[in-house]
């Protein structure tokens, strides 16, 4: 009897062994969370308490998943740094899943991407990828959409405080059947950028005044930038003894050309339809669709507006301002050269600048920054084209979404599913959107900390609380295959840019191109759910008297420059 007592006793030592290590675990994940709670996020919309249940929930959600090691990608922002290099290591200690998030150029996340889709094989487990390809995501079914996760697989994984509904960007990840394909994760928008300062200054004031006949100020259409830049260039030529210019772009022959133009410019001057997020059925690369959602082409002769007036006078003011008003040097740079080129102080407005740049244009020292901290600078809303109405879409917003492909085994994608909803929790979203100033949810924007942070970042704040935000959105459902076709826009556009071709025959050159990948695409029947089914091309002269989009040309394309004050501005976003 007690020989069997004590190997009993003895049989028993390794589970109490076991219970004692799960809960020095437990203990160790708990612990993680209160030092993250306490240090990285004091602060949050959520109080302490709710933080710690919702990091809780995650390191009860991870225990099927714990030693586990995902690999997800992202392009190089700011705020996918704050992910890479904070959020995962918070990761892995609250649940024990490891996460390699590599940081790499946008093009090569699309190319990888692209890689997995066709041949299958999974290179990582979650990307990070601009919402600009819901069109493409939604026709090829190789991703898995988020609702479809969140009501089946994932169920069990989905954080029951995520409130979808406290998402900005939705809209802009949904597809035409109203799922949910991409998780927000950071948005930014394109808008116009000026020198305030400079704006204000009576003497600067008066001049502009006596040469033009109206106020300096935020420029609400297109002729009154181009005005604008003229005066700061060749008028006033100095600002305490330096070369000062009334424009900044770039013009080198590289992919990022293509984004200056599929970022929506064509829709800025005013080439698409009404309607938003993008315009229909003409979006804002000049694609038209019918029945909804499938291409019929983007040449003029098949009812698109890729090479149609307003597109061509577009780019005809990209050409004329580049040579005419920027540094002579932007002509030859790309546009990660061109980005910090306003804040070393030498530049009036950028009538295409990203507020993914207001963290750099925000450094103490810099010539665009007072002695306090305040901006010199301040961004508003974009000045329009002449063929813009109201109704129509007004910019670009960029919104970088965590995308799960159906090549990605079940567990890794389940696993790499609680990232991306960690990095967007709300424990953590208000003090990620701090460093990277890229908002996600309504609460964050609408909390005290983003009203204190306001003075500095120069409009970003304003923006956003605003009602004008949803006039500014993605590349949208339009385009079937954004990887095929974004590419063909640099190499068309360069052409312009360069002086080897006009504008008009640049574009004609790229609607061809873009229609016949369409083509192709209808041909192969890779897309069964709203692929192209192409128009038979007609006389150009039947689709420019059609209603909308496809526009004739104006008489007048340079009506009277009008500009706004910016605490008019202001208090019209109230």
């Known amino acids: 009897m007690h020989y069997n007592k004590k190997k009993i006793a003895l ?119 601009d919402s600009d390809l819901i069109g493409t995501h939604f026709r090829y079914g ?18 029951p405080t995520l409130d979808l509904a406290d998402f900005i960007g939705l809209d802009f990840t949904t597809g035409p059947d109203g799922k949910l394909y991409q998780l927000p994760t950071q948005q930014f928008a394109n808008l116009y950028w000026f020198r305030a300062d400079w704006f204000a200054r009576p003497d600067l004031k008066e001049k502009f005044k006596s040469i033009y006949g109206y106020e300096l100020g935020v420029p609400v259409n297109w002729s009154a930038y181009e005005d604008i830049a003229e005066f700061f260039t060749d008028k006033v030529k100095t600002i305490d003894g330096e070369r000062i210019y009334g424009h900044m772009d770039y013009g080198k022959k590289d992919p990022s050309l293509g984004w200056r133009f599929t970022d929506a410019w064509f829709s800025m001057a005013g080439a698409g339809d009404k309607g938003t997020p993008n315009g229909l059925p003409v979006d804002e690369w000049g694609i038209r669709i019918k029945d909804a959602c499938s291409p019929v082409g983007s040449s003029v002769s098949r009812g698109g507006a890729t090479n149609g007036p307003a597109a061509v006078y577009a780019t005809t003011k990209y050409v004329d301002w580049l040579r005419k008003y920027a540094p002579p040097e932007a002509q030859g740079m790309t546009f990660s050269e061109s980005g910090p080129v306003p804040a070393q102080g030498g530049i009036a407005q950028q009538i295409f600048w990203y507020t993914a740049f207001t963290a750099d244009m925000t450094t103490k020292g810099l010539p665009v920054v007072n002695e306090d901290g305040t901006p010199k600078w301040r961004m508003a809303p974009s000045p329009v084209g002449p063929y813009w109405e109201e109704g129509m879409k007004k910019g670009y917003q960029d919104v970088g979404a965590w995308t799960f492909m ?23 979203s208000l003090k990620k959107t701090l460093v990277g100033l890229t908002p996600i949810r309504e609460s964050d924007i609408n909390s005290p900390e983003m009203a204190a942070a306001a003075p500095k970042l120069g409009g970003l704040v304003e923006f956003y609380k605003g009602p004008a935000r949803k006039q500014w959105s993605p590349t949208g459902i339009n385009v079937p295959d954004y990887p095929k076709l974004a590419q063909l826009w640099w190499q068309y556009i360069s052409q312009a840019a360069s002086g080897e071709a006009t504008p008009q025959e640049a574009l004609n050159g790229l609607a061809a191109a873009q229609d016949k990948v369409m083509e192709r695409l209808e041909r192969a029947n890779v897309q069964p759910l709203c692929g192209p089914k192409m128009n038979t091309p007609r006389d150009e002269a039947y689709w420019l008297a ?29």
Request: zero cysteines; charged letters at 25%.
């Open 11 to 129: 049989a028993a030592l390794p589970f109490a062994v076991m219970m004692h290590s799960a809960t020095l675990w437990a203990d160790a994940y708990s612990d993680a969370a209160k030092k993250w709670v306490d240090t990285e996020f004091s602060v949050s919309t959520l109080n302490k308490q709710q933080q710690l249940e919702e990091m809780q929930w995650f390191t009860d959600a991870a225990k099927k998943f714990r030693g586990m090691e995902i690999n997800v990608a992202s392009e190089t922002l700011t705020t996918h740094q704050y992910e890479s290099q904070v959020l995962a290591k918070a990761f892995e200690e609250i649940t024990g899943i490891k996460v390699n998030h590599d940081l790499i150029q946008e093009g090569d996340v699309v190319e990888k991407l692209q890689t997995q889709m066709q041949s299958g094989r999974n290179i990582y487990d979650a990307y990070v990828n």
């Open 406 to 428: 159906n090549s990605t085994p079940d567990d890794r994608r389940l696993a790499a599913w609680m990232y991306a909803q960690f990095t967007t929790s709300k424990t953590v």
């Open 546 to 574: 059609q209603p909308g989009s496809p526009k004739p040309k104006l008489a007048n394309e340079k009506p009277q420059g009008v500009t706004v004050s910016y605490d008019a501005l202001l208090r019209s976003w109230e």
């Open 142 to 159: 190789k991703v898995v959409p988020i609702s479809d996760m969140m009501n089946g697989d994932g169920m069990e994984y989905t954080l």
